[in-house]
Every structure is written in C-alpha cells, then in structure tokens.
C-alpha cells in the first residue's frame, strides 16, 4: 500500500485531484485508517486510474467517466474509443497534435502493464559527491534551466559528471515543485555562488532504465511502483533521475534518451 502523496508522487497524479476522485466515486482509497483517516492505494488501482485518464483526456465530463466506469467498459472497448477519438483529431489543428500523441502514449503503455515491471531491478548505491543547484521552479520540465547555473560557477566542467535530477516533493505537484540538479563527482570541487557541494548518502534504489522520451517518464514511475509494492518494499527518501543520455538541444519528445530512475526503498517488515 502507498500513502497518498506517495501514489501521487510516483502517478503524476496530484493529491488535490485524488482527493476529489475519491469524494466523486471514482478512485477511491484501496483502504481508509480508521483511527488516523489515512488514505492508502495499491498498484491495482492502476488499470481504474489509466482509464479515469484517458476519458478525461477524450474530452468525456467527470459524470460521463463515472457511468462509463461503473458500467465495466471492457478494454477492448476504451481502446476503440480513444482510436475514433484519434481520426476526428487528425482533421484538427496542429495544436492537437501534442494531444493525439498523449493518447498514443497511453494505449502503449496499456497493452505493457503486465510486462514492464520484470525490468527494475534493486540495488545498493555508493555515497556519491554531488554539485548541484536547488531552487523551486514552475515545473519538471523547467529542471533543465538549472543545470547552466552548475556549470557556470564549477571552474571547470570537465570535471563533472552524470547529470542528476532530486525531487524533493514526496507528491507530484503541478507547480511549485523543490527540484535539485546537479552532476555526479569523482571527487569534491569548490562551491560557489548558489551551488551547493555535499555526499549524497548511499541508499537501496530500485532501479529502472527508461529508454525513451522525457514526456513518457510517468510510464516508467508507475512501472516502478508497481515492483515496490509486488516485491514488499516502501518508499524511503526522494526520488533520482541519471541522464544516461540526453542530447542538445533538449526535447521532451527525443525518444533516443536515456534516463535511470533510482526510488530510495527498504523492506517493509513481514
């Protein structure tokens, strides 16, 4: 079971719009503490979830979703849906397009829900000297404007390594959101400025490879969640993101990328 904010976070998925699915009928909390009013989700909830999605991203109302919902849609008959959906954009303008590929996006990631959490693998992380800069900033994607600001106050950038992202917020936050980014150190080099120098701890992380673009990151998170839970480990410090491989200018549709995300975990007590 995961806590909210810990659903939220690794669902992309912010507590407020849980709260209000869960006050509307349609996800409600897999348990409920009846002592402490707690609200706790499983990774079975997932499939519910894709399709709250999914219908809302069709353009179907709140109320529309919840008769569809409760009257058992097959997926069979989503996946028709979303195809109609798709040809009628087509013969839209070009700012539909980022739409239709979201769609897209999540009928792969659909038919690959039984089969991609084989591919996190746990393991043991060193301690690690990081250079990084940590600022709140207006969203994911915005991390990038960080990475600039590192290398202009490290005398000399071939001395840096792995790009890295931390994600401070433990629930996925639609602004506002405590982003670090840095590079990975063979050594520690002076700080300067705004930049911070520190050993990050060694922890145990599950570990997943997403080979593909930024925009479809959510589809490896919710595969990592899926492991944490199958495999009785919790959620046990923020988030990272290597940058295996990543080119310039950045684009978050460039599919050749190259990204690990590392979950800090422990096992949960049998």
């Not at 800069?133 to 600001?149: D, F, M, Q, S």
Request: glycine share 6%; aromatic share 10%; proline share 4%.
């Amino acid at each position: 079971m995961f806590k909210i904010g810990e659903f939220s976070a690794l669902t992309h998925i912010s507590v407020k719009t849980l709260r209000y699915y869960d006050e509307t009928g349609l996800l409600c909390p897999a348990h409920v503490d009846r002592w402490t009013g707690y609200r706790y989700y499983s990774a079975q909830q997932l499939p519910r979830l894709h399709r709250i999605l999914a219908l809302k991203d069709l353009g179907f109302s709140l109320e529309q979703i919840g008769k569809a919902l409760h009257g058992n849609i097959t997926l069979q008959e989503l996946r028709g849906m979303v195809t109609l959906r798709r040809a009628e954009q087509e013969n839209r303008v070009r700012e539909e397009q980022e739409r239709l590929a979201r769609l897209e996006t999540l009928i792969k990631f659909m038919e690959q829900e039984s089969t991609m959490s084989v591919d996190v693998v746990i393991k043991e992380v060193e301690p690690q000297w990081v250079v990084s800069v940590r600022e709140t900033i207006a969203n994911y994607p915005a991390v990038g404007a960080l990475y600039p600001k590192v290398i202009e106050q490290v005398g000399n950038p071939g001395d840096l390594g792995l790009p890295i992202a931390i994600w401070h917020d433990m629930e996925h936050k639609e602004r506002d959101v405590d982003g670090e980014a840095g590079f990975l150190l063979k050594q520690p080099l002076a700080a300067h400025g705004t930049t911070n120098m520190y050993e990050m701890g060694g922890a145990t992380v599950a570990s997943y490879m997403h080979h593909g673009a930024f925009n479809r990151l959510t589809e490896a998170y919710q595969n990592v969640l899926r492991w944490v839970e199958d495999n009785h480990y919790r959620i046990a410090g923020p988030f990272r993101e290597l940058y295996h491989y990543c080119a310039t200018p950045v684009r978050q549709d460039d599919e050749s990328y190259v990204t690990e995300i590392q979950v800090p975990v422990e096992k949960v007590a049998a």
